[in-house]
DNA sequence: CACTTGACCTGTCCGC
DNA sequence: TGCGGACAGGTCAAGT
């Protein structure tokens, strides 16, 4: 699922949410919720209070005040969806959602002093969770490797350049999945990036010109920028940490909008595979 | 080494 | 309505 924006939402609404709360007590499943849970990993959690809740590309942080953090990546499916015993009224349409949970998508349960819930929900089990000490994040291989955040405003045109000459050889909607390149971007947000800059995904890298990479940053800012304000987009499974989805897909210009008219020239969109990926081009707008 | 492809899972949709 | 296959927002390991 989850791309930066997705991510970026429910980070923010678990910072409005659970900051300042209590464990209580913890479940979780199988292994594939919570990897490397140690057999103790209740001893770590229960009792410690969230003071924090960071984002690092697609990656989300709760820092615990007893200087460990949970890490968790919700890969495809992955939803990390908040339930307060008073937060809804009766009839409210996220009443059956509230009622519905756990469900047995439902892989790690976090359970706080004042009866609210987290719950860690993914469909696939691709996602997962790990708790490590907060000052060993920096260190990770992840953290060592992933490239600079879109958003950043010391982020530069010419630094997207430079990482994106690091895959010369490689098509320019791959490069842009690559998180070493820049963190953060997916399926979603690298076709409507690239149809924003009229730049075809199939494209090498290495035959991009200055001017097209300045054009593709600032789309894919543009792109951003929006996602996040529309609290993303929601596909399938995406919820935000109150459960709710999404409304980016409301202003998608390309993606999954094959069969329809360009936004921009009315030429039908095509669906195509780059990178092993569904994409999505105006085949006029977007020419190899 | 750089790059591409399959695998990881479950659920859904589409064509026969 | 049933069944097989393709596909789904991400990332690795394995293969070329």
Not at 101 to 130: A, I
């Amino acid at each position: 699922m989850p791309e930066l924006p997705e991510v970026e939402t429910v980070r923010r609404g678990l910072s409005q949410l659970i900051i300042g709360k209590e464990i209580k007590s913890e479940n979780h499943d199988t292994e594939k919720g919570f990897p490397n849970a140690p057999d103790d990993v209740k001893h770590f959690l229960i009792g410690a209070s969230i003071i924090e809740v960071r984002r690092r590309a697609k990656v989300l942080m709760i820092d615990l005040s007893t200087g460990y953090s949970l890490l968790i990546h919700l890969k495809m499916t992955g939803q990390l969806v908040f339930v307060g015993e008073t937060r809804f009224g009766a009839g409210h349409p996220n009443d059956s959602l509230v009622n519905e949970l756990p469900d047995k998508s439902t892989r790690v349960t976090l359970s706080f002093e004042d009866g609210s819930k987290l719950f860690f929900n993914d469909q696939r089990k691709f996602g997962w969770m790990k708790l490590l000490p907060t000052i060993e994040i920096p260190n990770i291989s992840f953290m060592q490797k992933v490239g600079p955040e879109p958003l950043s405003s010391d982020f530069m045109p010419n630094d997207f350049i430079q990482r994106l000459a690091r895959r010369p050889k490689t098509n320019i909607k791959a490069a842009l999945l690559d998180q070493s390149v820049v963190a953060g971007i997916g399926n979603i947000y690298a076709d409507e990036s690239l149809w924003g800059a009229k730049i075809h995904p199939k494209r090498l890298v290495s035959s991009l010109t200055e001017d097209e990479m300045k054009v593709l940053y600032t789309e894919m800012r543009v792109v951003m920028n929006l996602a996040v304000e529309k609290g993303g987009s929601s596909n399938h499974t995406y919820v935000n940490a109150e459960g709710k989805k999404g409304s980016y897909m409301d202003f998608a210009r390309v993606f999954r909008r094959e069969g329809l008219a360009c936004p921009r020239c009315g030429t039908t969109i095509e669906k195509l595979r780059v990178a092993g990926r569904g994409t999505h081009i105006c085949p006029f707008c977007q020419t190899i």
